[in-house]
């Protein structure tokens, strides 16, 4: 057994390091960054990775909750210690999502799944400050520089459709800011948009376009900690440059696109998307973009590249067979038209069942076709999503290999890479997809190294790859099944062979006509090389899988 262990230790701490470091300068020199084709790791900011344990506790949120219902000490610091240590360039990440870091209610509540604190961070108190649990704006800045020079992007998590529930410390906002009934019933549009969510979160109004004061209570509470006159001035030259009238969803725009200009991040996924106006989305984009081409600008030496700002949307029960529409039932919504890039994809965890090429051509079509210029989110597991691919962890390679495999963007959810448990006793609801990650497994144990291997190698052949996710799919041969992909952007192209399903040992495989005779070529997964001969490549290896790569 202590053999094993140390084999994949040494597997997972230097090979796979020392080829990320290659690997990584030919992304950032030559590959183009695509986010249809991107690796986005999605982590719960207070369950991911603990930098600093000074932080832990803030305005004595130290009552008892219900099991994972209270924070656990994940923070930015820790986000950027992964970072630093390699642990995304191995993983083959080239982008990171996290939930919201704003400035959570000080108090708890009871939903009816146990006493809750907003570790989530989707419970705002002021979407101007950091809540001290994450973070300082400091090391945010550090998180968000480390990233970039690793190749990575940043998308923070934005929320403008609810204020965090009322508690005796967290009053309620003014009413001509928020409603407090109805509770939704999703029945049509209107009942889906001009509602709660659930009881006691305050619905922000935002369909309204009348001028509102900010709330009392905002305006104390900045003057207590002395930068209202900034934020009111900061306010007016916004309200000044975009013309619109002072109504609340605009306040809060103008809130989240500050974290753009001040910190440079890359991308914003919208929280409740289908719960507001679609309009409210359009120009939540519009300033966006403003704000990143003004950190563009302020900050020249330190932009990736012309990759334009990215907006993803969780149109909760958006499926990809939808296409370009979400249908409410009295009415169908184009978000796409409304400031998307992409939208997470509901449907994936479903269709990841089929067999490997009714998966990956569908897909592929779909995204070529219909979607063209546009993106979907595929995820095996998500933070809220009860009935997830595999919930009991028994089909942790599957898992990977069909998600990294499957054309559009890949969301991997913090712990997909190493089997972290979703079944936690004594939990209620959502608690149970939300538990700390699973370290000391990926430092001791076997199983878990050896599925760690797995995704990271399937992780970096996708990111050093864009024909992967964001290429065309054309199957080669359905036994043994192989086929490839293909991408071009401009003066790139990239063409890659995959084999699923493979004999062990000695095999050999069709590449069509994407490798010329002669070719030298790399399996990406064992690292053998071969040569195209006849059309036809042999690799002799232990695994039942082969990627295929030019050499360089």
Same mark, same amino acid.
């Given at each position: 057994?202590k053999?094993?262990?140390v084999l994949v230790a040494l597997?997972?701490?230097?090979i796979l390091?020392?080829?990320?470091q290659a690997?990584t300068?030919?992304?950032?020199?030559?590959?183009?960054? +695509? !986010?249809?084709?991107?690796?986005?790791?999605?982590?719960?900011t207070d369950?991911?990775?603990n @930098?600093?344990?000074?932080?832990d506790?803030?305005y004595?949120?130290?009552?008892k909750?219900?099991?994972?219902?209270?924070f656990m000490g994940?923070?930015?610091?820790?986000i950027?210690?992964?970072i630093e240590?390699?642990?995304?360039?191995?993983l083959?990440i080239?982008?990171?999502?996290?939930?919201p870091l704003v400035e959570?209610?000080h108090d708890?509540?009871?939903?009816g799944? @146990?006493?809750?604190y907003?570790?989530?961070g989707? !419970?705002a108190?002021d979407?101007t400050a950091?809540?001290?649990n994450?973070?300082?704006?400091e090391?945010v800045k550090?998180m968000?520089?480390?990233?970039?020079?690793?190749g990575?992007?940043i998308?923070?998590?934005?929320?403008?459709n609810?204020t965090g529930?009322?508690?005796p410390?967290?009053?309620?906002w003014?009413?001509?800011? +928020?409603?407090?009934t109805?509770?939704c019933?999703?029945?049509?549009y209107?009942n889906t948009?001009?509602?709660?969510?659930?009881?006691n979160l305050p619905?922000?109004?935002?369909?309204s376009e009348?001028?509102v004061?900010?709330p009392?209570?905002l305006v104390e509470k900045w003057?207590?900690?002395?930068? %209202?006159?900034q934020e009111?001035?900061?306010?007016?030259?916004?309200?000044?440059r975009? @013309? %619109?009238p002072?109504?609340?969803?605009?306040y809060?725009?103008k809130w989240?696109?500050?974290?753009i200009?001040e910190y440079g991040?890359d991308g914003?996924?919208a929280d409740?998307t289908?719960?507001?106006?679609?309009?409210? !989305?359009?120009e939540?984009k519009?300033q966006c973009?403003y704000a990143?081409?003004t950190?563009?600008k302020n900050n020249?030496?330190?932009?990736l590249?012309?990759?334009a700002?990215?907006t993803?949307g969780? +149109?909760? @029960?958006?499926n990809?067979?939808?296409?370009?529409?979400?249908d409410f039932?009295?009415?169908?919504v184009n978000y796409?038209?409304?400031?998307f890039?992409?939208?997470i994809?509901?449907?994936?965890?479903?269709?990841?069942k089929k067999?490997y090429?009714?998966?990956?051509s569908y %897909?592929?079509?779909?995204?070529q076709?219909?979607?063209?210029?546009f993106?979907?989110?595929?995820?095996?597991?998500s933070?809220?999503?009860s009935?997830?691919?595999?919930?009991?962890?028994e089909?942790?390679?599957?898992?990977a290999?069909k998600?990294?495999l499957?054309p559009?963007?890949?969301?991997v959810?913090y712990g997909?890479?190493?089997g972290r448990?979703?079944?936690i006793e004594g939990?209620?609801?959502?608690?149970?997809?939300?538990?700390?990650m699973?370290w000391d497994?990926?430092?001791?144990?076997?199983?878990?190294q050896?599925?760690l291997v797995?995704w990271?190698k399937l992780g970096?052949?996708?990111?050093?790859h864009?024909?992967v996710?964001?290429?065309?799919?054309q199957?080669?041969s359905a036994?043994?099944y192989v086929?490839s992909r293909s991408?071009?952007?401009?003066?790139?192209?990239d063409?890659?062979?995959?084999g699923?399903?493979?004999?062990?040992g000695k095999?050999t495989?069709?590449t069509?006509?994407?490798?010329?005779?002669g070719?030298? +070529?790399i399996d990406?997964y064992?690292g053998?090389?071969?040569?195209?001969?006849?059309?036809?490549?042999t690799v002799?290896s232990?695994?039942d899988?082969?990627?295929?790569?030019l050499?360089?």
């Open positions: 057994m053999k094993n262990i597997l997972s701490a230097f390091p020392n080829a990320t690997q300068k030919k992304v950032t020199n030559s590959i183009p960054f +695509v !986010w249809e084709g991107a690796n986005l790791y999605f982590l719960l369950r991911f990775n @930098g600093d344990s000074s932080n506790i803030n004595n949120r130290n009552k909750t219900g099991k994972l219902r209270g994940g923070d930015v610091k820790g950027t210690q992964k240590e390699g642990y995304f360039d191995q083959g080239n982008a990171i999502w996290m939930t959570q209610i708890g509540t009871d939903e799944t @146990g006493y809750s907003g570790f989530h989707y !419970w108190k979407w950091l809540d001290p994450f973070g300082t704006p090391e550090n968000v520089e480390k990233a970039h020079q690793h990575i992007r998308v923070f998590d934005g929320v403008i609810h529930p009322v508690t410390q967290d009053a309620v003014p009413e001509n800011w +928020v409603r407090t109805p509770a019933d999703y029945k049509n209107k948009t001009a509602c709660t969510l659930v009881a619905d922000i109004l935002t369909e009348q001028n004061e900010l009392a209570a003057k207590k900690e002395g930068r %209202y006159e009111v001035k900061e306010l007016d030259e916004f309200f000044a975009t @013309g %619109y002072r109504a609340p969803k605009y809060i725009i989240l696109t500050d974290y200009t991040i914003y996924r409740t289908k719960h507001l106006e679609e309009g409210v !989305w359009a939540f519009k973009d990143f081409i950190w563009k020249p030496g330190k932009v590249d012309n990759t700002f990215y993803t969780e +149109v909760s @029960g958006y990809i067979s939808g296409g370009l529409y979400y039932g009295d009415k169908k796409f038209a409304n400031g890039n992409s939208l994809n509901f449907e994936f965890k479903n269709e990841a067999d090429e009714s998966l990956f %897909y592929s079509n779909t995204l076709k219909e979607l063209k210029g993106g979907v989110l595929n995820y095996v597991s933070h809220d999503d009935t997830p691919f595999d919930g009991k962890r089909k942790t390679f599957e898992s290999t998600l990294l499957t559009g963007t890949a969301q959810y997909d890479e190493s448990n979703l079944v939990t209620k609801g959502d608690a149970t997809l939300r538990s700390f699973n497994d990926i430092k001791n144990n076997p199983t878990t050896k599925t797995h990271q970096q052949f996708r990111k050093n864009p024909a996710g964001a290429g065309v799919h199957k080669i036994s043994p086929f991408f071009s952007q401009e003066n790139y192209s063409q890659v062979v995959v699923l399903d493979l004999a062990k095999k495989i069709s069509g006509t994407i490798f010329q005779n070719a030298k +070529v990406a064992s053998k090389e071969s040569v195209v001969t006849y059309g036809k490549v002799d232990e695994y899988l082969v990627l295929l790569e050499k360089k």
